[in-house]
Every structure is written in C-alpha cells, then in structure tokens.
Nanobody, 126 residues
Framework: VQLQASGGGSVQAGDSLRLSCAASERTFGRYNIGWFRQAPGNEEREFVCGYSKSGGHNTYYADSVKGRFTLSRDTALNTVYLQMNGLKAEDTAVYFC??????????????????WGQGTLVTVSS
C-alpha cells in the first residue's frame, strides 16, 4: 500500500483543519492505520490517533487530542481523514499517516508501521 497525506497549512489557534490520507488500495480491515506527528526539534513521532485492522469502529486517540480531533474514513475512496478542531500552538508538527500489520496492542507504536505517507506540515500560531 502507498499513502499520501495532504491538507496541512498555517492557521491561528482555535482554528480547524482537515487532513487527508489517500491510500492506493483498500485499508479498512486489512491494515492498522495511524496518524502520527513530529514536532519541530523532536526526533520521535508521536501517536495521534488510529484504528485497528480488525475492523469495528474502535478508534484510539492520544489524550492530548481527545475531544478535539476526529478520525474518519471513506472506504469508497480509500481515504482516511483527520479532522482537527480547536488547534493549539502545541499541535504544530509534521503529520504523517501510516499503515501496519501488527497487533492492536501495538497501535500506538510508530515502529509497528511499515508504510508511511510523506507528511504534511501543520503550523498553529497563538
């Protein structure tokens, strides 16, 4: 599978953005899908949200974004969306979508994911 992320930009604190992750094939039920972000100066990618290849409607969120970010998908378009509301300066980062095949218990670990999109930059000014 190949992934392409888009939708980043520069916004003010409190604004909203919607990121997209377009896949080259169907991912729901086949791959774990995660959104990660890498803030400026950080070497590690932080888990934002994701869902398991086991299907169902369970979506997992980092505590830092819970209640503000929402993950959704359009299976017909093989596209996953990350709706980000109430953006804060600390949300500034390059956002990546990723696909992996590991167990659900490893969903939050970047090392589990083998395929990554190219990243899209989100800059939030306070």
């Amino acid at each position: 599978v190949q992934l392409q992320a888009s939708g980043g930009g520069s916004v003010q604190a409190g604004d909203s953005l919607r990121l997209s992750c377009a896949a080259s094939e169907r991912t729901f039920g086949r791959y774990n899908i995660g959104w990660f972000r890498q803030a400026p100066g950080n070497e590690e990618r932080e888990f934002v949200c994701g869902y398991s290849k086991s299907g169902g409607h369970n979506t997992y969120y980092a505590d830092s974004v819970k209640g503000r970010f929402t993950l959704s998908r359009d299976t017909a378009l093989n596209t996953v969306y990350l709706q980000m509301n109430g953006l804060k300066a600390e949300d500034t980062a390059v956002y990546f979508c990723a696909a992996g095949l590991g167990p659900t218990g490893l969903l939050r670990r970047s090392s589990m994911y083998k395929t990554w999109g190219q990243g899209t930059l989100v800059t939030v000014s306070s």
